[in-house]
Every structure is written in structure tokens, then in C-alpha cells.
């Protein structure tokens, strides 16, 4: 009787035991994410995936690459820079989820291409970024509503609100130049220079007049009035340094309910923004019912989406706006500034754009600063190919934005044979295909040849053909960026103005191997002679 008590007891226990390791083991899984499994790792390596760093997070590289002033993925960017040969994916495990970073353009295409609606990969928004543009475009997945609103916000960029534009930012160049040429011989932090000048044209195309206020930026040391386009562009530092962590991407709302002083600090700031635009719209909508005549800006554009019922609400339309500001202030202001970064460390990539620009542009003539807006039209810039050239190498080594991930939703089998998980995120990251050593020759070396079919650059190291797609500084796919004409148009015109009317020596201070502007702020000394 005694044994039968006790088996009776050990089963009850045994049984106790089990029945919460499942509950326990289910905990845990949740925890790790939609649908991660726990021998992912296992999965992948068996496929030659490289997990690079502690295999089993990178979260404390990631803390630490941005603390050190370095960007995100960097350790992936070193070893894809040289360690890549023969493989295809490199892994990491974030927040629990299993990421493939792609290091070879073996599958490109075909995952970009199931990234259409319906598809069985997910285009992720910029899920982080859910502060003060939680609604626009680039922060909501793929849906007949984001396809219906790129499709009317695309065309705006090669209609006649473009002339609008490039007409402010011309005149804005000018007045760069002008300031520039009358500081001769002194050293000048060009970079804060750029991101103010693109900060007037993008805000001239915004609301179509200056946009001069001071607003309470909350800092760790305090409250500061500052201008408005300096809290934005401090803003979206603070925001990609305190986004490295396993928190914030894993939990979209985690800057929201935590207490950490960054992330409180964070979230004023964007409130603080937000209420501005928001303040602006609001504005502008009273103008538009008291009778006042349409202007070609963004803003009357977006309340014309509302009144269409192709954006929800003015909120909506808010959230695209900024998305546009943002891209035309600080990515084509950087972008812009990393050109000149490049060019003046590289002598003679300058003097062959120089001479391509005296030569096609000018056809031969001494033009003045006046004379350069006639001159430099979307259509002969679009002529001359070494600018081009410059440009994409420019975004290859530093490009402003990374580029979105994807999710796969179902078990997948590639036609390479390779193998995915549902719940595996896919991250075709600029920062890291961008520098392949199996994509590219020199991957670290600023080569704008390498875009010339002629050139022996062009193809991959092995000598054959390089796909088109492996260049991803604008992303690719249904979610690409939209205003990728535009940008080149920027930067194009930008540097005509900035190579051919003045003389400039970079007095440089990165100690790094490229131009990361989105960690260091307002960074680049020149010294500035007149032509
Ligand atoms: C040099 C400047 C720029 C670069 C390098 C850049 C790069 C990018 C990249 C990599 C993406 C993600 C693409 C993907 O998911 O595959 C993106 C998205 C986007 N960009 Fe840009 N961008 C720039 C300037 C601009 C400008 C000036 C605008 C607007 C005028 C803009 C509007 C957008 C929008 C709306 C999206 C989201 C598209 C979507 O999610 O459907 N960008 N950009």
C-alpha cells in the first residue's frame, strides 16, 4: 500500500513537473518572438550561414557599435568587407529573432520579388520609428492603402513641383556659395552648412515660405531652445543611438512605456515636432477654407490626398510630409555631404567629375554663379555618367538609411536551394551587401568606376556578371524609396555648384574607415578658397 502511495506521489510530481516545463518552454518561446525556433541556429549553420559574434545575441555588439560612434552592423560590415568568400547569408539573433544578413546577390531578386502585397515576405515599415510619424508611408506595411498612397505621392516627384522645388534650392545653393566665398581662407564646418541649406529648400517645398521657430529640445543635460531643424536632426541621432537595443526592436512600443531617461527625453522631443507640423497643417487648412490659392507645396498636396480620400486624415498626411522633409533635410543633405567627403579624399575621382563637368556642362565656357540654375537642368544632368557614378559609389559606402527588413511568413525553399524558416527576418542591409567582398573589388575603396560598364570593376571579383540589384542605397522592391530621382537631382546639382565655384581642402578628422553621418553630428571641416 505504502509503494503504491508513493508511485501515486512520484507520478503526480512527475506529471506537476512536465506539465509546467511545457507552460515554461512556451514562455520562453513567445518571448523569443513570432514564430523563431530555438535550433534556427542550427538550421542556418547546417546552409553555411556565419552567426558572427556571441551566436546567440548580438544585442551587446549592437549596444556597443553605436556607443563607440560606429554604425549599426558594423561587425557585419567588417567581416563582410573581408570574410565573406563563400557565403551567402551571415546570422544574427536579436530580441530572440533570427536575422540573415545576404552577402552575396545569389537571392536577391527572387526575395525581392515576394515582397509584393500577398507575397510570402513581408516588407517591414521602419517598426522602430513610431514616434512622431507613426502613420506615414515608410512606417506601415504593405497593404492596397500604402500601394494607393505611393502611387499618388510618387508622381510628384517628376511633375512640375519639382521645377518648384529645385527653383528654392538653387537659390538657396546660391546663398551658400555667396556666404562661403566671403569666409575665403577660413576653416568652416560645411556639413551643418549643407543640412541648414537643404533644411531651407525642403521646408520652402514644404509649406512654401521659411521655417524659422526655436523649440524646447530635452537633452541628458537639460532643456535647450534650439531651432527647429536642429531638434530634428538631433532627434533622429538620439533616436538611432537609443535604437540599438534588444528592447527597442523588438517591442514597438517599448519607447513609449519605458522609463529610461533617453527614451522619455525621446519621446518629448518628437511630441515636440510632431505638434509642430501638426501646428503648421492646421494652419494652412484654415488659409485653404478662407479662400486662399493653392500652392505647389507638399502640404497643400497632402490636404488635396485627404480631400481625394486617398490619405486617411490631415494626421496622415502630416506623417508623409515629414517622411519627405526628413528625406529632402538630412538624407539628401548628408548624402550630399559624404559626396564631398569622398571626392576630396579622392583627388583624382574630383578632377575627372570636374573635368566631365567644365567639359559636358559648361561645354567648355566660364560660367558664373548665376548662370549655373539654366545650365544645370534635370536633363543634362541626367547626361552626364561619371556624376552618376560618383553618386552611387557615394551611397555604396554610406548611405543614409540601411534599407528595410523583410519577415518571411511561410517555410520557404529558394531556387538556390536554400532553405527559410517562417519568422526568419531578412535584412538585405546597404551597410553590409554594400561593402561585399564577394560583390564587389576593393569593396572598401572609392571607386565610382566600378558603375562604368567598360570598367573591370563593374562585374563581381570572380569576373562575372554583377546584378544590378546588389546597389541598394535607394532599397528595392514595392517599398523602395520614392524619391530616389529626386535625391540624385540634389546631389547632382549640389555638386556642380560646390566643385565649380569654389576650391575646397577637407581638413579631415574621422579616425574611421568611411563617412558615417548619422552618428557624427555636424562634422566635416573644409578649408574654403575662392575658384
Ligand atoms: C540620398 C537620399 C536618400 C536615400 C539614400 C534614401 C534611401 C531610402 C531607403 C534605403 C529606403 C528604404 C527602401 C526599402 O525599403 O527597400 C527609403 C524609403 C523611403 N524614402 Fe528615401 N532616401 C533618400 C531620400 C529620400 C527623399 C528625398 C524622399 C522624399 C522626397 C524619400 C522618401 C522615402 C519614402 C517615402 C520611403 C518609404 C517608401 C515605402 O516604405 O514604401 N527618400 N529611402
Known amino acids: 500500500m505504502q509503494e503504491l502511495i508513493l508511485l501515486l506521489l512520484l507520478g503526480c510530481v512527475l506529471y506537476f513537473y512536465f506539465s509546467k516545463k511545457d507552460t515554461r518552454n512556451a514562455v520562453r518561446d513567445a518571448g523569443r518572438g513570432d514564430d523563431a525556433k530555438a535550433d534556427d541556429i542550427e538550421f542556418y549553420e547546417k546552409q553555411n550561414v556565419l552567426f ?11 549596444e556597443k557599435e553605436i556607443n563607440n560612434g560606429l554604425p549599426h552592423f558594423n561587425t557585419l560590415r567588417k567581416y563582410s568587407a573581408s570574410g565573406a568568400q563563400g557565403r551567402d547569408y551571415f546570422g544574427v539573433k536579436l530580441a530572440g529573432e533570427t536575422w540573415l544578413f545576404p552577402v552575396s546577390q545569389q537571392d536577391l531578386k527572387e526575395v525581392y520579388s515576394y515582397t509584393n502585397l500577398g507575397g510570402p515576405v513581408e516588407s517591414m515599415p521602419f517598426r522602430q520609428a513610431v514616434g512622431y510619424a507613426p502613420k506615414g508611408v515608410p512606417f506601415i506595411p504593405t497593404s492596397k492603402h500604402s500601394k494607393d498612397i505611393r502611387k499618388s505621392l510618387t508622381p510628384i516627384f517628376h511633375s512640375d513641383w519639382m521645377e518648384v522645388y529645385f527653383g528654392h534650392f538653387n537659390r538657396a545653393m546660391r546663398d551658400m556659395v555667396e556666404t562661403w566665398k566671403k569666409n575665403s581662407g577660413s576653416k568652416r564646418n560645411i556639413q551643418k552648412d549643407i543640412l541648414d541649406m537643404a533644411y531651407d529648400s525642403a521646408v520652402y517645398s514644404l509649406i512654401g515660405s521659411k521655417l524659422d521657430v ?53 519621446c518629448k522631443n ?33 490636404i488635396g490626398l485627404v480631400l481625394q480620400g486617398v490619405l486617411e486624415d490631415v494626421n496622415e498626411g502630416v506623417q508623409n510630409g515629414w517622411a519627405i522633409l526628413n528625406g529632402a533635410h538630412l538624407s539628401c543633405g548628408n548624402a550630399l555631404t559624404a559626396a564631398l567627403y569622398y571626392l576630396l579624399r579622392n583627388p583624382k575621382s574630383l578632377e575627372k567629375l570636374h573635368g566631365e563637368i567644365k567639359d559636358e556642362l559648361f561645354e567648355g565656357k566660364d560660367i558664373s554663379l548665376d548662370e549655373i540654375e539654366a545650365i544645370a537642368t534635370h536633363a543634362k544632368l541626367h547626361d552626364l555618367d561619371y556624376m552618376s557614378y560618383v553618386i552611387k559609389e557615394t551611397l555604396r559606402l554610406s548611405s543614409p538609411l540601411y534599407g528595410k527588413a523583410m519577415k518571411v511568413k511561410e517555410d520557404l525553399k529558394l531556387k538556390s536551394g536554400f532553405s527559410v524558416r517562417k519568422g526568419t527576418i531578412i535584412y538585405p542591409n546597404n551597410c553590409v551587401v554594400g561593402v561585399s567582398e564577394n560583390i564587389w573589388k576593393d569593396p572598401l575603396k572609392f571607386v565610382p568606376e566600378r558603375f562604368d560598364p567598360e570598367s573591370s570593376y563593374f562585374k563581381l571579383p570572380n569576373g562575372q556578371k554583377r546584378e544590378s540589384i546588389t546597389w541598394l542605397a535607394f532599397g528595392a522592391g514595392p517599398r523602395a524609396c520614392s524619391g530616389d530621382n529626386f535625391s540624385m537631382y540634389f546631389m547632382k546639382l549640389g555638386l556642380v555648384y560646390l566643385l565649380t565655384m569654389l576650391k575646397l581642402e577637407l581638413i579631415d578628422t574621422f579616425k574611421g574607415e568611411g563617412y558615417f553621418y548619422w552618428i557624427h553630428e555636424n562634422e566635416m571641416f573644409v578649408k574654403i578658397d575662392q575658384v
Open 214 to 266: 526655436n523649440v524646447p529640445y530635452h537633452g541628458m543635460d537639460g532643456v535647450e531652445t534650439i531651432h527647429i531643424k536642429d531638434c530634428n536632426a538631433r532627434t533622429m541621432l538620439d533616436f538611432s543611438k537609443h535604437s540599438a537595443t534588444d528592447e527597442f526592436s523588438h517591442d514597438r512600443n517599448f519607447r513609449n512605456n519605458s522609463k529610461d531617461k533617453h527614451c522619455e527625453n525621446l
Open 52 to 62: 558572427v559574434s556571441d551566436k546567440n545575441s548580438y544585442s551587446k555588439t549592437f
Open 270 to 302: 518628437m511630441e515636440t515636432l510632431q505638434e509642430a507640423l501638426i501646428g503648421l497643417v492646421e494652419a494652412r487648412v484654415a488659409e485653404i477654407s478662407n479662400g486662399a490659392e493653392k500652392k505647389k507645396t507638399i502640404v497643400d498636396a497632402a
